[in-house]
């Protein structure tokens, strides 16, 4: 025991929270299934070559006399195509889940970043400086929260979609509208924290030398914040990628050829009665996904704040 | 000549069509329901009267003007309640064997007298006809129903485009003098003559052999001019036909009830059973669907049933047993433009023929049930259809045949293949078809980029403009293309006549100008009916030869019918259900 | 509470004029940026030269933009007359827009939509809230119990699927599924309360389910946090040593304290939810406001597209305004605070 004493003393709270973290199982298997995806995905076309599939159309496998239904049973399934494949074009469904993963994940990564840094801005400000500046920013921000997003979403992709028909274009549209309209939750979270931090000791110590505002937030404060900011991060991702599958459904989002969640989900809104294993696997990823993401989220919270639980 | 919507726009559109397959091998004995047993003959035939005929639709008529409505689905709602000088027969009467493309007299008591260069054409009216209203119907209201036509910014959409240069004189720009009844009181139209009541003469700008089938389209329906509320006047309709409209909620409901003033005695065409129709708009096709499944409604008033109930439909015995699957005349096409980089050779053009997988664009259109391969301009339905020509050969399974597209590419001098680029629209099937297209000729080496545009423009300013064509460098593009009556005029001619070329809205979307087709055209204008289909053979041939325009599906629907429904026969220029002739056999 | 009252109240409005500016901004300024036919968004319909000459006159696209904004206003409030370039149209006050695809007033249609949109929330919130609500109190009174954990894990589940993907399973099973689930052969269809309330109900049931589902995970895991604590205060260990019955002790201590943060969350949820409303509406195929929404887009009927959105602002608004309401009615220090 007294022999454990010294290393104790120089652990930093992030490495105790990591600990924290090894313990957690369910976290630890989050991550880990987080972690495959990714990988899957940003490998997806050599894990396609690996397997054989690619995403050509193949429509020798799908039915003349049956609107171009595949040919066989759950959705024909067989050993070269292990998912199936796509009604109408005949696409290998588990190579089109592999690179459609790389979008919706690009989204969501992309659209979180863009929410946490407006969210930290805003929330710095509002909280640091507090005044007028505060109502300013908790204003717009309640504004914010108090938005239809999901309308306005689709709007502002209507009316920017028609700028141009090309997918890069619309991921960008995606990644700016879903990460603007998601950046109050992170800058409120910011804000409180911030609130507290600033009657902390050592602010005000650095306050009395004379230390500039630029200085106390970006050394004294933005550091304190790195681990309520990763969680709130790790539990953004999930929303973000349901907005992006929930846009694409809705058919203002990724458009075919182009693949992404919601876009399959969305074509295969269509089909699924008669083709059910086209909208399941689909849906099953985005389920396990976002799952993982919630209870890595939560594994982290608790790790970092271990009174929460 | 009237665009459909899209390649392989399945729902909500119908188009006006040709002639029959449909009625072609229609064979007398009938009442045999079953699969397809409408194409063969009248299903339920029964003389039973009385009920209510519930229709279901997915969108509201652009107008029930009949002046101003332009979609296959409208015009033969149209039939219900408007009557013309001719019509296409009734096909309810199993006693008439069809001919392609046949008409009967309809408000008058025979086709059109013509002079010998078919410039000058006359109609008799029979007598006894009335409106609604109770009025007599006169040669003065067919008049008035044709001048308002000319009064374009008040009525717009419908066929006027046929009729405004034809019967009045046209100044460079292709605009009338004549500016329609509610500008001009006093004039009207000089070129259409009322001697008196029961007789009218209309004197052409020039001959026009096919003018009987024009005098069947909808828009030529007479109306009072007592009546006419102008751009309204798609409220309350003044009917010549057996049914009237009695309520109309647009874009939810129309009802129509027996109209009183028409009698059996002046129409041979219609033979009403029911006392009233509805027609219920939904806006989910699905919806439609399931209500069609169980029994809730009767009948789709226009096109066929969605991919999901379709697939149903072709896997249950008894559901298959009330499908029918007529032609609906609408042609899926290819235009190739010479004024492409690569593509002024002809050579190139070809390629892209034979490389195109027409089994994949039929999948992309429906299957084997929205569609046969097409390999003539001309629908089976039009005469001059010729079923054995196919120019460029898709081998055995149609997927194309990749060989010859590529010795094609060598005598081009471009081995390797070149970059293209496609024109299509954002509805329908168009997005699918143009994927289709894109990995059949990658195949060979060609590339091909898309450019999207939304179908309002399309046809007028995008691919109808050659200069915006040149300066998109577009090389493909999908057309949906449908003829207004059964005659290769109204279908061919207007895609491949040199003097159709202008600078917007031209339907000569290739802009060629060449002799040998010009001249066949020509010969068309006043041939003979009984040449005629030849005539439009060769012009076929010649334009297939040439490589402007590949044709790759003739459209079919799946159509349901609840088994109660009566004398259900398929009006074959419209590749829909007669509708007016229909009964309920529980008379509810 | 007067104070209070007018300071939510003034918030509301502030939040309607914002929501008008960026609708605004949105339609009319945004598609002139990207270059698009404004003739086109605003009828719908393809339009000659000098049809959009009209359209672009009567809308006033060619006026100093903060009258255009005062047009589209004060049409809201006293309305205007539109045109297509063919045929004019009067829009009455309130106007909302005037639909040329569709030929009807906007505000006609939000109307006919409306109760669809109202019986589907309605109904999704009774059950999340019922179901919510006493999942959390048993998992708290249960704390560590099989129940506890179960449902646990059943709500991390609950807000992890997607509502459209709980619709397509649901409306699989219940229509092609194993023929014991097939309880809606048909399809699930919608009917009006009035014409048939039984029809209505089991139309009803699965698109609450889809929609409850996805909220009544938040609010078992926000009312099972909020009991824990509670338990913990120092008022209820007293009544529990005092030797109160349960049922008094959770009903009337425990509850009460819980009642404020759902209703902050039930304020902050009515936007996911009207946004969760246009999926199920899509997929379910009933005709309330999100579906009005849905078609209006896929057929770029823009007047309609701007008249819902406007409306969901508001409905939002509106909601929040009640919740800040309630809320002040609940907790007396919020309304003695300030």
Redesign the interface.
Known sequence: MTGTQAPQVARSPARLAWRRLRRDRVAVASAVVLAVIVALSAAAPAVCALLGIDTERHIELLSLDNVGFPEGAFGGMSADHPLGVEPKTGRDLLALLLYGSRTSLLIALGATALSVVLGVAFGLCAGYFRGWVDSVLS?TM??L????????S???L???G??GNGNGLRTLVLILVIGFFGFPYVGRLVRGQVIALRQREFVEAARALGASDRRILGTEILPNLVSPILVVATLTI?TRI?AE??LS????GIQPPGTSWGQL?GS??HV??VT?TY?LFP?LT??VT??AC??LGDGLRDAFDPKTN | MRLLISAGAVAATLVAAAGCSASADKDKSGDAAGFDAARKGVVNASTATGGTLRLGGTS?CDSWDPAATYNGFCWNMQRLMTRTLVASPGYGDPARTMKAGELVPDLATGLGESNADKTVWKYKLRTGLKFSSGAAITSADIKYGFQRMWAT??I?GGPAGYFLCLLDTCDAEGNPAYKGPYKDKNGGLRRIETPDTQTITFKLTSSFADFDYLMALPATAPVPKADDSG??YTRKVTASGPFVMSEYT??QSVTWTRNPQWSQDTDEVRKPKVDKITLTLL??P??LD??L??GSLDLAAGGGVQPTFQSEILSSTSLKANADNPVSGFVGLFAIFPTAPSLDNVHCRRAIAYALDKRDLLVQSGGSFGGDFAATLLPPAVPGHDSKANAYPSGADWTGDLDKAKQELSECGKPDGFDTVMAYTNSGSDPQIFASVQAALKRVGIQVTGKQQ?E??YY?SYIGAPANVKQQQLGIAAIGWAPDYPSGNGFLSLLVDGARIQDEGTTNFVSVNDDVLNGLIKRAGTAPLAEQAGIFQELDKQTMERAIYIPYFYQKFLLYRNPRVTNVDLRADLGSYDLVNLGVSDGK | MLRYLLGRIA?AL??VV??SV?TFA??QL??RL????MA?YYTG??TSEAQAAAVAQKFGFDKPLPEQYWTFMSGIVAGRDLSDG??EVECPAPCLGYSFR???PVLEMIGEAFPVTLGLTLGAAVLWLLFGVAAGVLSAVRRGSVFDRLATVVS??G????E??TG??L??LL??GPAWLRLYP??I?YVPLTEDPVGWFAAMVPPWICLALLFAALYARLTRATMLETMNEDYVRTAWAKGLPPRTVVGRHGLRAVLPPIVTLVG?DV??L??GV??IE??F?F?GLG?L???A??S?DLPV??G??IV??L???FA?LVVDLLYGVLDPRVRNAR
Not at chain 1, 145 to 152: N, S
Request: proline share 5%; aromatic share 8%.
């Open positions: 204003r309640d504004v929260l108090a938005f239809p997003v999901l309308l306005f689709i709007a502002l209507v009316v920017l028609s700028m999930p349901l599958a929930a459904f809705l058919g203002v989900l295969a809104s699924f009665t059910p909208m849906g985005v389920v976002v799952l919630n209870l | 509201d910014d008040v717009s751009g309204t647009p874009g806006s989910n699905d919806d399931a209500r499944k169980n939304d309002s423009v007028g | 918030g502030t939040v914002v929501v960026v949105i339609f945004a598609p990207t270059g698009a036919n086109f319909k393809a063919v045929t569709q030929n009807r991390l589940i807000v992890s699927v997607p459209f993907f397509m399973l409306i699989y229509t092609s048909d399809g269809n902050l936007g996911a009207l946004g246009v999926l899509t997929l195929s005709p579906r929404a849905y078609r887009i896929t770029q597209i701007m819902v959105t969901g602002a409905l939002i608004v929040n």
